[in-house]
């Protein structure tokens, strides 16, 4: 078992942390401790998980995992999921195979990125990274912990759609801090410290109105272009003095795509993952849960969510549920 951290006494600004040396961005390394190996999850401390599962007043479920056979076809490159059912004559028995854990709904576990002669979050090689048997910051250590907390849901989709300037959902649209705060003040909603901030732009929903060749094209593209967070440092900066313990979106990347991952200055994962340990979720099934928000004026609730426990993953599936 993982042992719970503390939240460190003094919360630094995001001004206040290390700078990373000759880049444009500051790392939290050695926050939790030199031997850190879940970064800001260790916010999610045992007394706002007790306050965040007060949130829950009305009973009501909303699972937050798409269908794992989508997208279909898959993106990045990776093979369809095979799902093999074997019958005998008292039950079933089945099997997966080309099972991406990152193919559909999806946590980044810190050992998913690391820039290029730094290292990963801490600054672990990635001799010792790419080993799952050595990986010290494989998906397990979260699956181990457990993720629970206080949601905050901001969705910028229907802001947008509502206000008359709704969301191209195949342009790159670049969503910065003003509009994030922006939001939050338009739903009556304020982040706490710790909280898991989900982001709905609308993307699933898009997707799913595709017709078959459309679908193709997303698959074709890699980094389809898609409405996202704003990949520059005053996200990060804003994400980390908002004390957030994860984000997660119903994009493909969280930040706006495409996303270059030969540069800092376009790929926001080097920011968030790497240097501040951030926890992320992609392709985030919202919709549901989006619809009651704006039906009851209730954008808060508890999440918990339950990553794969295997040894040295870089992902696994989202296994999310929001209760309100």
């Known amino acids: 078992m993982t042992r719970a ?21 500051r790392t939290s390394w ?11 999850l260790n916010l999610l401390t045992e007394e706002r998980v007790r306050s965040a599962a007060q949130l829950v007043r009305r009973g009501a479920v909303f699972p937050l ?62 001799d010792l990274v790419g080993n799952p048997a050595t990986n010290p910051l494989g998906v397990d250590w979260w699956a181990r912990r457990g993720i629970a907390g206080r949601f905050v849901l901001v969705d910028v989709g229907r802001r947008r759609a509502t206000e008359g300037r709704p969301l191209d959902l195949t342009q790159p649209t670049p969503i910065d801090v003003a509009e994030l705060d922006a939001t939050l003040t338009a739903q009556g909603i304020a982040l706490g410290s710790g909280d898991i901030l989900l982001l709905r732009f609308g993307w699933i929903e898009w997707y799913e109105q595709l017709d078959g060749p459309g679908r193709q094209r997303v698959a074709a593209l890699g980094h389809t272009p898609t409405p996202g967070l704003a990949q520059d440092e005053a996200t990060a900066a804003w994400l980390w003095d908002h004390q957030v313990a994860a984000v997660a979106a119903d994009n493909p ?9 030969e540069d800092l200055a376009h790929f926001l994962h080097y920011r968030l993952l ?37 040894r040295g993953g870089s992902g696994s599936t989202a296994n999310a549920i929001a209760l309100k």
């Open 30 to 40: 050695g926050l939790f401790g030199p031997d850190d190996r879940v970064g800001t």
């Open 5 to 25: 951290r503390q939240t460190p006494a003094h919360w630094p600004s995001y001004r206040e942390l290390k700078p990373v040396p000759g880049l444009p961005a």
């Open 274 to 310: 790497t240097f501040l340990g951030m926890a992320l979720g992609e392709l985030f099934d919202l919709d549901r849960l989006a619809a009651d928000c704006a039906a009851d004026g209730v954008y808060e609730g508890l999440l918990t969510a339950a990553p794969l426990n295997k």
């Open 65 to 126: 995992g798409w269908r794992l056979e989508l997208p279909d076809p898959p993106m990045f490159g990776r093979r369809p999921l095979r799902h093999v059912t074997t019958v005998f004559p008292n039950g079933t028995d089945d099997h997966y195979d080309d099972f991406y854990p990152q193919g559909s709904s999806q946590w980044d576990a810190l050992s998913h990125i690391g820039y290029p002669g730094l290292g990963f979050y801490g600054g672990r090689p990635a």
């Open 253 to 261: 990347g969280v930040e706006v795509y495409p996303a270059d991952p």
